[in-house]
């Protein structure tokens, strides 16, 4: 399909917008009337910079208030009209957007409607343009498409046609499914934007909160297909009024909107058709791309921090007192293996290396994170057909050459295949001196469960968006904590079986635990490796023993358990003990301890869950909850 997007979802000039637009490989661009009024050449030039740079202007948008009004008042609108028309000329834009009045003095009567978008048909036909009327989901009287369709239908011209935006039906939760009964040569032009669910007026959703498909929460993959149902052959627009991508560097924004595009064409495969239900949609008269399918994940293979000889030591230091045992020397490089029950860590101090650029952009930080999977060279084809740049390392004889992506913060994604050995085969690089006993403190069964990562505002759409579609995670549940200093927002990734999760953590507040870790870091970083143990009791006490520091937990805490849960004597006792957080749903319990954190940057969190406690979510927010204060207070 053509795939273009609208100006004012890229921040800057004109020039550096239609620039970033060409080099996420857009085939077209809507241009905004705002974003025109700022050059300083003409609308010709316009058109040559963007023919320069391979780009067609499919549209001009908007035009306001042309609708429902007066006999003088349609006089004054259609010269204007002709002026808008000179300019589209220029550009070489061959269609315009009209969207409905959102006038309160407008009027609602079909048939003037129609008689006055007739009019405004014939002028443009008399150019050789064509005319898109597009329900603005605020505008007082014809806010929907089945309305803005009626006055389509009934003016009958072959120069006026509709324009859908997924955001105006979504957002007043409209059936889209009618759509597919449409005309498809009727519907002139698709734009497509999703939102998060949101407490607010509709005008200021729209203005500030769209984001791009994958990003939010719209059911997006219905309504495209309803559109492509419908036999709409157009190319998929994307039209995103964000505050965060207004300020925004254009080009990764203009990346994350072509990979939100790739990825809904791809979930266009698996829509049934909505009129007949034919699976796949043979029935939908485009090309689709069609990547190699999500990866199948098994868990993390390792986590790779980046140090200097310095932090090295102390981290290492650290790791021992929570269990791990050095257990390698990489064959060729400065690079030490750490490991316990399932969990392995990799301190990398190899000097001139991505992992020594990341240390000096961000300080000790996990700098690289291994998936498990069971098709390594498929997940970097998909990562890469999703837009996403390859990293090569320098790599010895005899070494494993694994495959690595550039994840959104600049750190490295490797894709490990579990039939090189096993999720550990990677150890094959490393002279191995121990391998650890089943005895270390978190058990021998311990594996990673979840990793929390901090981001900086603005963030959390471009990685809700390289999960879902790099990855094939869905977002789960988000939830809001209530840092002593601010709110944090979290939101949970998860792959299918659950074997991969991420929360993803936000925080506007400049003094909350997550937000301070953001600053730390120079941007986003992991903050907790969560590992799941099969007793947590038990590895609490070996902690303990080995003089790992813990993160204590106020008695108040415990005095609330007591009141809140039937919970036997001895298990209330052991739980104060070890400063152990404890939940139970009707299916299970959960058992969650946190270490402190290593210079105020990250810690380990360990959990168990009893019986089929699979909730990361909602029931879990008191444990981050009291466990982030603590974090911050243990920090000052
Ligand atoms: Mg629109």
Redesign the pocket.
Known sequence: MRRCI?TVSLSGMLREKLQAAAAARFDGVEIFENDLLQVPGTPREVRRIAEDLGLTIDLF??FRDFDGVSPTQLLRNLERAERKFDVMQELGAPLI?V?TNAQPSASGDIDLLAEQMHQLAERAALRGLRVGY?A?AWAPKISRFGQAWQVVQKANHPHLGL?L?S??TLALRDDPLPIADLPGEKIFFL?L?DAPWIDTDVLSHSRHYRCFPGQGEFEMARFTAAVLDAGYTGPLSL?IFNDEFRAAPARPTAADAMRSLLWLEEQMRSVPSLKTGVPHGESRRVQLFDPPSPPQLQGWSFIEFAVDASHAERLSAFLRTIGFKHIGRHRSKAVDLYGQGEVRVVLNLEEDSFARAYFEAHGVSACATALATTDALAALGRAEALGCTRMAGRVGQNELNIPAVRAPDGSLLYFFDVHSGGEHGFEADFVLDEQPAADTAFGGQARIDHVVQVLPAGQVEPWTLFYRAVLGLQPTSSMVMNDPYGIIKSRVMESRDRAVRYALNVSERASTSTARTVSQFGGAGVQQIAVAVPDLVATARRLKALGASLLPVPGNYYDDLEAKYDIAPALLATLREFGIFYDRTADGELLQLYTTPFEDRFFFGLIERRGNYQDYGVANAPFHLAALAQFREHAQ
């Open positions: 609208a948008q908007p957007l969207c597009e603005l324009v935006d955001f105006h734009q934007a039209e």
